[in-house]
């Protein structure tokens, strides 16, 4: 391989190793200095020295606290709630993970989003939005799509051995996943509607689902999408990656190597983990350099002792399949299915272009929350996902000037500058 090929795989994957690249973390230092000479971030990326980093805390012990190191039902009990597991099988044969804390009335559907669990709705102790909903009686079902550290089975595929466990899309979570939480929701409980809450990519998967299987409309009550993405208009370093990186290619090339999926390695795990729990230098190393430069600053929300906790936790699995998707969606300005390349699409398709999502397809009723300041699920894009969407309810751009992507789920202030807006919604449409 090229150095220049070898840059983009891991241009690609910017803040994963695979197997393969492990031992090759000047790649990491390359990439860095391609980042350098776009100036908004020689500042800040100036400082990463990627072999130095990798040298140094790959030996340092990890500092994860209690809450890091527990799984969701012992999150649910630490702080006062019973919780059940189940396993669902989609249609497909992926065995997913769904906790629930019982309750009454309406259930509640929460969904996670990118590199994330049902455990991103626990990290905030009893503030955290699966407790708060719980505490208020609610019936609350927390779901992990396949693929994340619950969710790994299939009733033939090993996600260990076989790479064709790791061939699915954002599509895929929509089309399979979701109706088969729905689907087991609404038999357990004898209820007919869900009310659905998604962060950032769990908005994706149910304006997919709502495109794609428009019966689902009826059964879901309202969807309150947090940080929605559907047209995704990064800002920021994401953008710039994503410009700079031609994600076909390295996606066709990352599978020609065998490497169908990020962070499932423990060495990368393992290193993210000693990197952002230390007491000096991990603040500045993860939160300012590493994640603010991607979902947009809000310094006050995060404090470092909440990095031992999301360390834990974060980041998932996920496959180089899906980063494609995400990246085909900015370049190609499109809300549409995997591109797979003129010929291939013609023979999947019948087309040379993938299909687009239908957004008017999309009858449920849909509360929109946004952060002014979140870098992923940007105004722009909001305000495209309004435009097409029929039944918009709610459209709330959050008065908090910081709000960024993580808030919603992630910042020590959701009870003053989010929670009361949200519970406005939910009371709204019981
Ligand atoms: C990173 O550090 C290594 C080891 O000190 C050094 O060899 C390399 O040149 C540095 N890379 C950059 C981009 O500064
Ligand atoms: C979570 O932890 C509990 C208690 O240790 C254990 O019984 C349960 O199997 C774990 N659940 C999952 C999904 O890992
Ligand atoms: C769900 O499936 C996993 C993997 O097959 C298994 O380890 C676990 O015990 C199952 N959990 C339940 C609640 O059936
Ligand atoms: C959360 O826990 C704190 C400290 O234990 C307590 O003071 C507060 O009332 C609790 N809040 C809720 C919503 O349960
Ligand atoms: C990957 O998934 C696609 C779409 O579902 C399917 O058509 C294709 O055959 C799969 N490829 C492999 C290698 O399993
Ligand atoms: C929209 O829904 C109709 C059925 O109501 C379906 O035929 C059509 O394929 C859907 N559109 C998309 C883009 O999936
Ligand atoms: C580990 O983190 C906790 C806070 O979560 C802190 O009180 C403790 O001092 C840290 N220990 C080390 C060795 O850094």
Redesign the pocket.
């Known amino acids: 391989m090229t150095l220049i090929k070898k840059l983009l795989l891991v241009t690609f994957g910017v803040y994963s190793l695979s197997d393969v690249v492990t031992s090759e973390t000047f790649i990491f230092d390359s990439l860095l200095g391609k980042l350098n000479d776009i100036p908004q971030y020689a500042a800040t990326l100036g400082k990463l020295n990627f072999t130095e980093l990798m040298e140094k805390y790959s030996l340092l012990p990890s500092n994860i606290s209690e809450d890091g190191k527990r799984n969701f039902t012992e999150l649910a009990n630490a702080?006062?709630h019973q919780c059940e597991e189940y396993n669902v099988t989609t249609e497909d044969g992926y065995v997913l993970n769904i906790f629930h804390i019982p309750g009454k009335g309406r259930p509640y559907l929460l969904n996670h989003g990118l590199v994330a669990s049902s455990d991103c709705f626990a990290l905030r102790?009893?503030?955290s939005l699966a407790?708060?909903l719980a505490?208020k009686g609610h019936d609350v079902w927390i779901g992990n799509t396949r693929g994340n550290d619950y969710s790994l089975s299939h009733i033939k595929l090993d996600a260990h051995k076989d790479t064709e466990y790791w061939n699915f899309s954002l599509h895929e979570n929509g089309y399979y996943d979701y109706p088969a939480f729905i689907d087991f929701i609404l038999k357990e409980t004898g209820q007919e509607k869900v009310t659905i809450i998604g962060h950032s990519q769990g908005t994706i998967n149910t304006f997919v689902l709502g495109s794609v299987r428009p019966e689902y409309n009826d059964k879901i009550n309202l969807f309150v999408a947090l940080a929605p993405v559907a047209y995704f208009k990064p800002k920021g370093i994401l953008r710039s990656i994503i410009d700079i990186v031609p994600a076909n290619m390295v996606y066709s090339e990352l599978k020609e190597l065998g490497i169908v999926q990020f962070y499932g390695d423990r060495v990368i795990r393992k290193f993210i983990q000693s990197l952002c729990t230390q007491k000096t230098g991990s603040y500045e190393i993860c939160w300012e350099t590493s994640i603010f430069p991607f979902i947009g600053n809000d310094a006050e929300s995060y404090e470092q002792e909440f990095s031992n906790v999301l360390a834990g936790h974060f980041p998932q699995t996920i496959p180089t399949k899906t980063v494609c998707h995400f990246a085909q969606f900015t370049k190609r300005n499109k809300f549409a299915q995997f591109d797979y390349g003129t010929a291939e699409n013609v023979i999947r398709y019948g087309a040379t272009t993938p299909p687009e999502y239908d957004l008017s397809n999309v009858t449920m009723k849909v509360a929109l929350f946004v952060g002014a300041n979140d870098y992923m699920a940007t105004i722009e894009g909001a305000d495209k996902i309004k435009a097409k969407l029929p039944n918009v309810v709610e459209y709330e751009i959050l008065p908090r000037k910081q709000f960024n992507h993580f808030d919603f789920i992630f910042g020590n202030r959701v009870?003053e500058n989010f929670y009361p807006y949200l519970f406005d919604v939910l009371d709204k449409y019981p």
């Open positions: 702080y006062g102790k009893n503030n407790f708060i505490a009870q």
